[in-house]
C-alpha cells in the first residue's frame, strides 16, 4: 500500500499529539526501532478493560477484568510500533478467580506494529499456541482504545479464543491512574511539583512510594491547592479535594518563602468531605508567609476532611495570622498527629493548629511558640463549641498579649483527657492572661491538667488557667472539672479552674482516680514518679493491636501459664 507524503505527514502529527508527555526517550538495542523511538507507559482502566475467553470444550464464554499497564514505543520516522513491556493480569468474577497473564495470552511484546493512515496503530503476530493475533489501537485524549482478538489455527480443535477490548490511560505521575483501587504514584519531586501543576487531578486519590527531597527549590506559593488572586480576602483557586497517602514516607526540605501570601503550606486549601491526607510527614519544612493568613508546614486551611497520622519536625513557619507549625486552620478531623520545632505570628499562633473550628484527638507538639494573641502550644484559638481531646504540649509558650495559653490560648469549646507540661511567658498589660493550659477559658475543660512554668505581669495568671472568661457575664457557663495544676512547678497558688497540687500530689495516681479519671483505657503514671501519661493502648490491650478481644485474653493466659511453670 503507497500513501503520499502529505498524508503520512498527517498521521506523524497525530501520533505527536497523542504520544507526547510524560514521555522518556529511549534506546531499544536489539529491536529494531531507532533511537529516537519514543516510550510511553499506559495503565489499564479496570472497569473499561476486559478480555473475554470463548472456545474450548465446554464452550462457556468467561469475562476477565484487566488491570496494569503496558510501555508502548513508536518510531515514527519508521512508521512502526511496538509493545516495549507489558505487566498485566486479568481476573474472572468467579469464586476461583482465575487469572490471565494478558501478554501471555496475546503474546503482546513479540507483536509488530504498524503506524495507519488514520491514526491508530496495528499488531499482527502469533499467540504460543500458534493463533493468529491482531489488536488494533486507537489514541485520543491520552487515552489508549485497544480491541483484538486471537484467531487458532485452521482445522484446529478444542481452542480457546480470546477477544480484548479495553482502555488505557496515559500513565501520569511515577503511575496509577488515580483511582481509591489504583492510586497515582507519586515517587519523585517532579512527581509532586506535577500535581501541584495539574488541579484537574486534585479530586484524585495519591500514594507516595518513595521519600521526596524538595532541597534546592525554594517555592513561593502552596505546592498543591495555592491561592491564586492575592486581593482577594477569600481563598481564590481549586482547592485539593482528594486523597493523599503518605503511605509513611517523608517529604523533606520543604521550603516556600511567599510574603503576603494567604493560604500556604505543602497544601494551601483542602476541602471535601471525602478529603484525606494520611500517613505523611515533612522533615524540616521552613515556610516563611510574611504577613499572609492561614499558614502551616502542610495545611494552610482545611475547610473539610480528615487528616490523620501526619507530622512535621524541624519545622520553622512564620505568618502574621494564624500560624501553625502543622496546619493555619482547621474545620475537620485532625487524628494522631504531631509537630516539633518552631512557629511565630502576630494573631491566632498554635503549636499544632493555629486555629480550630472542628476536632483534634490523639495529638501533640513540642517546641517554641510564639505571637500577640491567642496563642497556644497546641492549638491558639479552639472555638465554636469544638474538642480537643486526648493531646498535650510540651512547649515553650511566649505571647506579648493576652490568651497565652500552654495547651490552647483562648478557648471557649471543650477540652478533655489534656494536658501541658513547659513554660507559659504572658504580658505585662493588667489585662493579660496567661494559664498553664488555656489562657482565656469559656468553654469546658474536663480531666486535664498543668504541671507548666507560668510567668505574667497582666491581673489574669493561673496555674491551669489565667482568665475564666465567662464570669464577665455568667460563671456559670465556663467549668472546670475534674481538672488539675502543680503548685510547685507552675509558680502559682491560684488558678481560674480546677485545683492545686503540690508535685508529690501530682505523681500520686489517688489525686486522680478520686476525681474518676481513667486510668485503664486514657490514663497511665508511674506512681511517685511521672506525671500521668496519655496511653497510646489501653492496658487491656495486652497485645497492642487497638483492640481489646479475645486475643488479649490468650497472650494473658499464655504469660499466666509461663509464669506459674517457673515457679
Known amino acids: 500500500m503507497h500513501h503520499s507524503s502529505k498524508t503520512f505527514g498527517v498521521l506523524l502529527s497525530l501520533l505527536a499529539v497523542c504520544l507526547f508527555g510524560h514521555i522518556a526517550q529511549a534506546k531499544y538495542a536489539g529491536s529494531g526501532m531507532a533511537a529516537s523511538a519514543e516510550t510511553s507507559t499506559y495503565v489499564f482502566v479496570p472497569d473499561q478493560s476486559t478480555v473475554v475467553q470463548t472456545g474450548g470444550i465446554a464452550g ?83 487515552l489508549a482504545h485497544l480491541i483484538g482478538q486471537t484467531t487458532p489455527p485452521p482445522n484446529s480443535a478444542d481452542f480457546f479464543i480470546f477477544s480484548l477490548d479495553a482502555v488505557a490511560q496515559l500513565c501520569k505521575y511515577g503511575g496509577g491512574s488515580g483511582t481509591a483501587d489504583d492510586p497515582y504514584q507519586i515517587a519523585t519531586a517532579a512527581d509532586l511539583i506535577a500535581l501541584g501543576e495539574t488541579p484537574e487531578d486534585y479530586d484524585k486519590h495519591f500514594i507516595l512510594t518513595d ?36 503511605n509513611h ?17 505543602l497544601f494551601g486549601y483542602v476541602s471535601g468531605e471525602n478529603v484525606q491526607i494520611k500517613d505523611l510527614g515533612l522533615i524540616d519544612p521552613n515556610v516563611d508567609a510574611g504577613t499572609g493568613r492561614w499558614i502551616g508546614s502542610l495545611v494552610g486551611e482545611v475547610r473539610h476532611g480528615t487528616i490523620s497520622g501526619c507530622y512535621a519536625q524541624g ?81 515553650i509558650v511566649n505571647g506579648t498579649g493576652f490568651f497565652i495559653g500552654g495547651l490552647v490560648g483562648d478557648n471557649d469549646g471543650n477540652i478533655f483527657n489534656c494536658y501541658s507540661i513547659g513554660n507559659v511567658f504572658g504580658g505585662d498589660a493588667s489585662f493579660d492572661s496567661a ?16 504541671a507548666s512554668l507560668v510567668t505574667g505581669m497582666g491581673d489574669y495568671v493561673g496555674g491551669l488557667v489565667g482568665k475564666d472568661f465567662s464570669c464577665d457575664w455568667d460563671c456559670s457557663y465556663g467549668r472546670t472539672v475534674n481538672s488539675f495544676w502543680d503548685t510547685q512547678t507552675s509558680g502559682q497558688a491560684t488558678s481560674a479552674g480546677g485545683t492545686g497540687k503540690t508535685t508529690a500530689e501530682m505523681q500520686m495516681a489517688s489525686t486522680f482516680l478520686d476525681a474518676g479519671w481513667d486510668f485503664v483505657n486514657v490514663w497511665g503514671i508511674g506512681e511517685n514518679q511521672t506525671y500521668p501519661y496519655l ?15 479475645f486475643l488479649d485474653l490468650a497472650v494473658l493466659a499464655e504469660k499466666w501459664l509461663t509464669d506459674i511453670s517457673h515457679r
Open 60 to 142: 462457556v464464554p468467561r469475562t476477565y477484568s484487566i488491570k496494569g499497564e503496558f510501555q508502548l514505543t513508536v518510531d515514527p520516522n519508521a512508521g512502526s510500533a511496538l509493545f516495549a513491556h507489558v505487566d498485566a493480569n486479568a481476573t474472572d468474577d468467579s469464586l476461583f478467580k482465575r487469572t490471565l497473564d494478558l501478554n501471555h495470552v496475546f503474546n503482546m511484546t513479540s507483536l509488530a506494529g504498524t503506524l495507519e493512515p488514520s491514526g491508530s496503530i496495528k499488531f499482527t503476530g502469533k499467540a504460543a499456541d500458534d493463533s493468529d493475533v491482531r489488536i488494533t489501537m486507537s489514541l485520543q485524549d491520552h
Open 535 to 549: 496511653r497510646k493502648y489501653s492496658a487491656a490491650d495486652i497485645n497492642q493491636d487497638a483492640s481489646v478481644n
Open 435 to 450: 494559664g498553664g493550659l488555656v489562657g482565656d477559658n469559656s468553654g469546658q475543660i474536663t480531666n486535664c491538667y498543668s
Open 249 to 265: 514516607h517523608m517529604i523533606l526540605n520543604f521550603n516556600c518563602t511567599s510574603p503576603d501570601r494567604d493560604y500556604v503550606g
Open 315 to 395: 519545622v520553622s513557619v512564620k505568618g502574621k495570622w494564624h500560624a501553625g507549625m502543622l496546619m493555619g486552620g482547621n474545620y475537620g478531623l485532625v487524628v494522631a498527629c504531631h509537630s516539633m520545632g518552631r512557629v511565630s505570628g502576630d494573631y491566632v499562633v498554635g503549636g499544632l493548629i493555629a486555629y480550630n473550628g472542628a476536632r483534634v484527638t490523639d495529638c501533640y507538639s513540642t517546641g517554641y511558640v510564639s505571637g500577640i494573641l491567642p496563642v497556644g502550644g497546641l492549638v491558639g484559638a479552639n472555638y465554636g463549641g469544638c474538642s480537643i481531646v486526648n493531646c498535650y504540649s510540651h512547649s
Open 211 to 246: 521519600d521526596i527531597d524538595l532541597g534546592g527549590k525554594v517555592f513561593d506559593k502552596a505546592v498543591i491547592a495555592p491561592d491564586t488572586d492575592l486581593t482577594k480576602f477569600e481563598f481564590q483557586g481549586v482547592p485539593f479535594t482528594g486523597v493523599l497517602d503518605g
